[in-house]
């Protein structure tokens, strides 16, 4: 499998470079040159693995330079770090409704699916290479990546991790966590700003070629752990292939039936990897991108235009407090016809005015449907669901509930349908406390409240975090954020 640019298709990559450039050299993002096609057989050798190994098999038909074997050790290997058995079980709610929880690992947040994997391939990667410089992760984050990266990356060999977060823009235990990292290579810092202007800084860095130059002097290449690195989205297209499959093996549904997956959505990786598998194959009827006030999403699928100049809301739900919606690009891509004409020109448009109108009819009427949840909808979806279901959900997902419940009233799809579950609901404490009507906004008191509310018990790594010290202090300007990294690589 080669990989090209979604700005440039003339030059072919293998997945080990594209890993570890992260980010192509003209400003696009990194695509398989074609998708591998789900055929019965495979489906059926799938249906008997475990998720480790479903992962690795669906990890090798993308990442072929590494061996089925090779990538088994770093499934096994990365997913040791979750609880439970199954690091993504299919939890039943209803009949015909079932959620896909993706946040049993070490950081709560489905964040860690994918970033336990990918210092394993990077570290992979530069091994098939022959490369032997060190490695500088640099990660722009809206609270959940960041954490999961500095997990992911620590004490790493040849690997340092520098992580950026909205300093005023992200919950108290996402702060937290963060600022409590400890690790011989990790670096934290907030920004002033939002999430936008965050990843904005970041993405200009990986393209200032005097710190290029600079970190070249001292011995490091930059890559990413952004869901714009290719790495970061492979292993997320093994859960909803397993999903299906734990469905069929559950008598939930019979081998070929479509099913509905519902994502709440910012960066758009996540459905974006749900998207890579219904390419492959896996019979999808519609996925259904669920956004919160942060809407911009909402009304390109709607209208087909995108347009960030528009207010910046925060909500209950930070991590999909985002306007610029990366991994949109590959999406474009695709709808394109794989026309890297049309998105050199698109996002040309989108740099100078902030946006770009693209063609509807490419976009809609297809598998996609789209649609947003305000606040009042996220609290009554999380009360709702745990008054009749007994299920506790947190402000991410809700919003993907509220905007199924939506989809659901308006239409009479009875298709069997899956609400990607993305966070720990302890993860954001004060605010499903609220929607339970307690009004708690100590993070400490919230969890144990939150504990006492439900039954349900607080996941350690968020209960310890009270006893850690804050070792991460530094705060900058975004304009300064390139200064910033040189100064924590010098002074390591
Ligand atoms: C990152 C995140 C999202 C959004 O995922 P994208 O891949 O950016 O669309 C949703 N929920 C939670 C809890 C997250 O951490």
């Known amino acids: 499998m080669k990989y090209v640019s979604t700005r440039n298709t003339s030059r072919e990559y293998s997945a080990s470079e594209a890993i570890l450039k992260g980010i192509s050299d003209d400003g696009g993002l990194f695509v398989p040159s074609s998708f591998p096609n789900l055929d019965g057989v495979l489906f059926d050798s799938l249906l008997r693995m475990d998720y480790q190994e479903r992962a690795a ?11 089925f074997e090779e990538l088994l050790d770093i499934t096994n290997a990365a997913y040791s770090h979750f609880e439970g058995d199954d690091p993504c079980p299919v939890v039943k709610i209803e009949d015909s409704l079932y959620m896909l929880e993706l946040w049993h690992g070490p950081t709560c947040a489905f964040k860690d699916m994918a970033l336990t994997v990918l210092p394993h391939l990077i570290v992979g990667a530069k091994r098939k290479l022959g490369l032997n410089e060190k490695t500088l992760v640099l990660v722009a984050t809206s609270g959940d990546t960041g954490k999961a990266a500095l997990e992911g ?3 790493v060999d040849g690997t340092e991790v520098i992580v950026f977060y909205p300093s005023k823009g992200v919950s108290e235990v996402q702060r937290l966590q963060m600022v409590t990292q400890e690790g011989g290579n990790v670096h934290v810092a907030g920004i002033r700003g939002n999430f936008d202007d965050a990843q904005t800084a970041v993405k200009k860095v990986f393209n200032d070629r005097d710190i290029i130059d600079e970190l ?7 890559s990413s752990a952004n869901s714009i690195n ?13 999903a299906y499959c734990d469905l069929v093996n559950g008598g939930e549904i019979a081998f070929g039936d479509k099913v509905n997956f519902v994502v709440p959505t910012g960066n758009f990786g996540n459905v974006l990897a ?3 598998a219904y390419r492959m194959g896996l019979p999808v009827n519609k996925l259904i991108i669920a956004s919160n006030s942060n809407n911009v999403l909402t009304d390109f699928f709607n209208t087909g235009v995108y347009d960030i100049n528009r207010i910046f809301y925060k909500t209950s739900s930070p991590s999909m407090d985002i306007l610029v919606s990366s991994n949109l690009e590959r999406l474009v891509f695709e709808a394109s016809g794989r026309d890297d004409a049309t998105v050199r020109k698109l996002y040309s448009d989108c740099a100078r005015e902030g946006k770009f109108t693209f063609d509807t009819d490419k976009i809609r009427g297809g598998v ?20 009749l279901d007994d299920y506790v959900m947190d402000t991410h997902t809700a919003v993907a509930a509220s905007v199924y419940n939506d989809y659901s009233c ?6 069997p349908t899956v609400i990607v579950s993305t966070a720990n609901p302890f993860k954001f404490a004060p605010s499903v406390l609220n929607a339970l009507g307690i009004h708690e906004k ?24 009270i006893d850690k010290e804050e070792i991460h202090s530094t705060v900058v300007d975004s304009a300064l954020v390139g200064a910033a990294v040189i100064n924590f690589v010098k002074n390591k």
Request: aromatic content about 16%; hydrophobic content about 45%; charged content about 25%.
């Open 230 to 242: 290719w790495g970061r989205l492979a292993p997320q297209i093994a859960y909803y292939i397993s």
């Open 442 to 465: 100590n993070a400490f008191k919230a969890l144990a409240k939150l504990q006492t509310v439900t039954a349900l018990d607080c996941p350690e790594s968020l209960a310890t975090l």
């Open 216 to 222: 070249a002097s001292l011995g490091y290449k930059m």
């Open 410 to 415: 308006e239409t009479d799809d009875d298709t």
């Open 57 to 67: 098999k669906i990890l090798s038909l993308y990442l072929d330079d590494f061996t």
């Open 368 to 387: 996609f449907e789209a649609g947003w949840a305000d606040e009042d909808d996220v609290m009554g979806a999380i009360d709702t669901f745990f008054d």
């Open 153 to 155: 990356f620590k004490d």
């Open 274 to 276: 749900g998207y890579y």
